[in-house]
């Protein structure tokens, strides 16, 4: 009876071993084994630790804090605030030093001032349009843009200079549509009527494209630039261009459609509406389709 009662308790501490315990513990050691690598694998999303980071960290630390920084406060607006102006500025002075030179982190820290749209940074963003760096010039110019700090806007017209390169007068084009300042209208128009009599040979049509766009953004249209919307809101127009595939079409056209979006003045869009209804009617990108479709309804 005894042997009995003992082979059964071992049947049972057997079954309670093999289907209870042991998964339980491999449930444990699962979670806590999930719970350690979230902890040395998480992204650091505090701003201050990320500048401490580029402060005293590693040319690796620096490189991935910045990227982080400029990720979230493009992602995200609520993540700046102005008690990172004195840091931020502290840390852009002291990549240029020459006892600290580091041309990287100098680069990341003028693009991070200008995707936290403070305006405060300005000045610095002013001082690297002199750089012998073009690309800090161009960094900088496209940070003005970001910033939309007005007062620079002059300045960055003498980008559109044919003796500059072609990413530079690129990037003032844009810079100036977003700025807003309607005194760069004229500097724009002549860059468009003067191709391709006064272009240079690297210059690219996408010169003429940001051009056009930012001449919407400042509310300006004529007979040139709407033909030149037109035919980019047309797909049979790129086919001219043999380094663009479907992937970067599509990201043009999305890019156009949303400065278009952008434009409160309907009667600015109105030339373009048929193109806008072709698309809307083009079912090869439903991303593309739903937004155009969304524009079009605003007519």
């Given at each position: 009876m005894s042997d009995n009662q003992n082979s059964e308790s071992s049947r049972v501490y057997y079954l309670f071993y093999t289907f209870f315990l042991i998964p339980l513990m491999?449930?444990?050691?699962?979670?806590?084994?999930?719970?350690?690598t979230n902890v040395l694998t998480q992204e650091p999303?505090?701003?201050?630790?990320?500048?401490?980071?580029?402060?005293?960290?590693?040319?690796?630390?620096k490189a991935d804090a910045s990227?982080?920084?400029?990720?979230?406060?493009?992602?995200?607006?609520?993540?700046?605030?102005?008690?990172?102006?004195?840091?931020?500025?502290?840390i852009h002075n002291m990549s240029k030093s020459e006892f600290n030179l580091d041309n990287s982190l100098r680069l990341h820290m003028i693009m991070i001032m200008g995707n936290s749209k403070d305006t405060v940074f300005g000045p610095n963003l002013i001082d690297e349009l002199s750089s012998q760096n073009e690309d800090f010039r161009i960094?900088?110019?496209?940070?003005?843009?970001?910033?939309r700090y007005t007062a620079s806007a002059n300045l960055i017209e003498t980008f559109l200079n044919k003796d500059k390169s072609f990413l530079e007068k690129l990037a003032a084009a844009g810079a100036l549509g977003n700025i807003g300042n309607s005194s760069s209208i004229n500097d724009?128009?002549?860059?468009i009527n003067s191709w391709p009599s006064n272009w240079s040979q690297f210059d690219g049509p996408e010169l003429r494209w940001e051009?056009?766009?930012?001449?919407?953004?400042?509310?300006?249209?004529?007979?040139?630039?709407?033909?030149?919307?037109?035919?980019?809101?047309?797909?049979?127009?790129?086919?001219?261009?043999?380094?663009?595939?479907?992937?970067?079409?599509?990201?043009?056209?999305?890019?156009?459609?949303?400065?278009?979006?952008?434009?409160?003045?309907?009667?600015?869009l109105k030339p373009f509406q048929a193109s806008i209804?072709?698309?809307?009617?083009?079912?090869?990108?439903?991303?593309?389709?739903?937004f155009s479709k969304k524009l079009y309804n605003r007519f």
């Open positions: 491999i449930c444990v050691f699962g979670v806590l084994l999930v719970l350690i999303t505090d701003i201050n630790q990320l500048l401490y980071k580029l402060e005293t960290g590693s040319m690796r630390d990227y982080r920084i400029n990720k979230l406060f493009t992602d995200y607006s609520d993540k700046y605030n102005s008690s990172y102006r004195n840091r931020i500025i502290k960094k900088a110019i496209e940070s003005l843009g970001k910033i724009l128009v002549n860059l051009a056009t766009m930012a001449l919407l953004k400042l509310g300006y249209s004529d007979d040139i630039t709407i033909k030149i919307i037109n035919n980019l809101l047309n797909r049979s127009y790129y086919e001219q261009y043999e380094q663009l595939d479907q992937n970067k079409i599509n990201f043009l056209l999305l890019k156009i459609l949303h400065i278009l979006h952008s434009v409160d003045n309907i009667d600015l209804y072709q698309l809307s009617e083009d079912s090869s990108n439903l991303e593309l389709q739903n």
